[in-house]
């Protein structure tokens, strides 16, 4: 698909073109510079929006920041990327590229390839005062997990908690019906936040998931490979525990040992672990000001990332009151290419669009 658009835009004209369009995810950083943060599936799957716009700035200076949906811990993630990487450029020879890793391994990877890289975790997006705790909400359930409905998300290592919550979306294409009856045949003693074979199915709020999350003690982390798994650091900003496999991706880098474990992929050490972290004794405002902390370490590596683009560029430092901007930006991730050029615009005259 990124094949086909990129060659119609580049023979077609941009109306043409336009009506074919996806929307995209884009925040705008900076005006002047020109910085925008983008998801790496949008600018390989689906450029969508941002065709029109890297055609509109294609002989500007433009600096992409890309954050990865996936781990790039590996030697095969790292080649695409440079390949990637090396195609955009090609297209665009003012534009520069830099990879937001999601954990320290990766940061190193591509740091040794040469590829521009900061270790800026995705998950220090998530929106603190959306997740929170909510004192005095009953706790119904011992555990809940949070996961979209597809195989990596390894539900059945959950069958052996007892008194479980399930939290579930479904995502476009990649929505596995087979996959979605094999889980809800394997917990039959689960209680269905949302079921996704449901008639009536829809996809939670942010709000609607902080309360679902909220009425469970412990929270689940069971895939073995993804991204930095947004649901993990909802969990503790919400001051819940966490229950975790061992993981690639980037969770981690927010865990602490104090509250959260690290157990074998097998139903019984989930489910004991479960148990264990029922009675943690670590306050849940305590958990979320530990998580705060860390996030605030990517938040600020962020800055010293932007502080240096700006410098090489002559300009003044960007405001760390646009953080707050940035954040919400990501709650409206698809966006069209009219938005995001109305975003450069806002951003250009010191508005808070994101």
């Given amino acids: 698909m990124a094949k086909l658009l990129n060659r119609l835009y580049e023979v077609l004209p941009l109306q043409v073109v336009g009506e074919r369009l996806r929307g995209g995810a884009c925040a705008v950083l900076s005006a002047d510079p020109l910085v925008l943060y983008l998801r790496d599936w949008v600018l390989a799957d689906e450029p969508g929006a941002l065709l029109p716009v890297f055609r509109q700035y294609r002989y500007r200076p433009v600096t992409l920041l890309v954050e990865f949906s996936w781990s790039h811990d ?74 979209r ?13 007892e008194n479980l919550s399930l939290v579930t979306a479904r995502v476009g294409r990649y ?33 609607e998931i902080n309360e679902a999350i909220n009425e ?70 305590e958990i979320r000001r530990r998580t705060l902390e860390r996030m605030a370490r990517h938040e600020e590596r962020l800055f010293a990332l932007l502080d240096t683009i700006c410098f090489a560029e002559g300009k003044p430092p960007i405001s760390r009151e646009r953080w707050a901007d940035w954040v919400a930006a990501q709650q409206t991730p ?18 808070s669009s994101g």
């Fill in 74 to 147: 590996d030697p095969w993630h790292v080649d695409h990327l440079e390949l990637r990487k090396a195609r955009h450029l090609r297209r665009h020879p003012r534009h520069r590229m830099i990879f937001l890793a999601n954990s320290e391994v990766e940061h190193r990877l591509m740091t040794a390839r040469g590829l521009g890289s900061a270790w800026v975790s995705h998950n220090a997006f998530v929106d603190p005062t959306l997740f929170r705790p909510l004192p005095g909400r009953p706790k119904r359930f011992d555990a809940v997990y949070d996961a």
């Fill in 149 to 161: 409905i597809c195989s990596f998300k390894r539900h059945h290592l959950a069958t052996a908690v």
């Fill in 175 to 207: 929505h596995d019906e087979a996959y979605a009856r094999s889980v809800r045949d394997a917990f039959p003693h689960a209680h269905w936040v949302n079921d996704p074979l449901a008639p009536d199915y829809r996809s939670l709020t942010g709000g």
């Fill in 216 to 285: 469970a003690r412990v929270g689940l982390c069971l895939s073995a490979v993804e991204g930095a798994m947004f649901a993990s650091v909802q969990y503790l900003l919400a001051g819940l525990p966490v229950v975790s496999t061992a993981s690639r991706g980037g969770r981690d880098a927010f865990f602490d040992p104090d509250y959260v474990r690290i157990v074998a992929d097998d139903p019984a050490a989930v489910a004991n672990g479960v148990r264990e972290l029922v009675a943690c004794p670590v306050p849940a405002e």
């Fill in 334 to 351: 698809m966006v069209g290419a009219d938005e995001i050029r109305r975003r450069i615009e806002g951003a250009r005259k010191g508005g």
